[in-house]
C-alpha cells in the first residue's frame, strides 16, 4: 500500500480537563467568594432560619415544641446531609430519653411543614431555605 493509501491515526487531541478538575476549580472560586462558607455567618443563618419556622409554624396554628426545633436546629448546623441516627446522637445531649421515634415524629412534622428535605439517595435530612414556599420534589 502506497504512502497515500495508508491510514494515518486521528491526532490525539488535548486532554480535556477532568470534570473533578472543573469541579476543583468551581470550589476554589466558591471558597473566595463573599457567601462562601468560611465567609458565612453561619449562627445568624440558624437563628433566621428557626425564626421563620417559628412564624411559620404560629401562622398554622401548630406547635413547634422544643424537641423539634432543636431537631431542626441539629439539622442546620450540619453542612451536609444528616441521618435520623445521628441526629438522635447529638438530641441525646439536649434529651437524654430521647428515643429513634422521638427523632422520627419531629422529622415527620418538619417535612410536613416544609421545614425540611429528605434526601432519599441518602436516606438524610437537609433544611428547606426556602421556608413555606411549595415544593415539587
Known amino acids: 500500500m502506497s504512502a ?3 491510514h494515518r491515526p486521528a491526532l ?9 478538575a472543573d469541579s476543583d476549580a468551581t470550589t476554589r472560586q466558591a471558597a473566595s467568594a463573599p457567601n462562601a462558607p468560611s465567609a458565612h455567618d453561619h449562627d445568624d ?3 433566621r432560619a ?4 417559628e412564624r411559620l409554624c404560629a401562622e398554622r396554628g401548630v406547635r ?3 424537641v423539634r426545633r432543636r431537631v ?3 439539622i442546620w448546623r450540619s453542612h451536609e446531609a444528616v441521618k435520623a441516627y445521628d441526629l438522635l446522637e447529638q438530641l441525646k445531649t439536649f434529651d437524654p430519653a430521647a428515643k429513634p421515634t422521638t427523632v422520627y415524629r419531629a422529622l415527620d412534622f418538619l417535612r410536613e411543614q416544609g421545614l425540611i428535605h429528605r434526601v432519599e ?3 438524610a435530612f437537609i ?3 426556602d421556608v413555606g414556599h411549595q415544593h415539587e420534589l
Open 4 to 6: 497515500a493509501g495508508k
Open 12 to 20: 490525539a487531541s488535548a486532554p480535556a480537563e477532568s470534570p473533578r
Open 45 to 47: 443563618c440558624i437563628h
Open 50 to 53: 428557626l425564626a421563620s419556622a
Open 64 to 66: 413547634f415544641t422544643p
Open 72 to 74: 431542626l436546629e441539629l
Open 121 to 123: 439517595s441518602l436516606n
Open 127 to 129: 433544611g428547606c431555605s
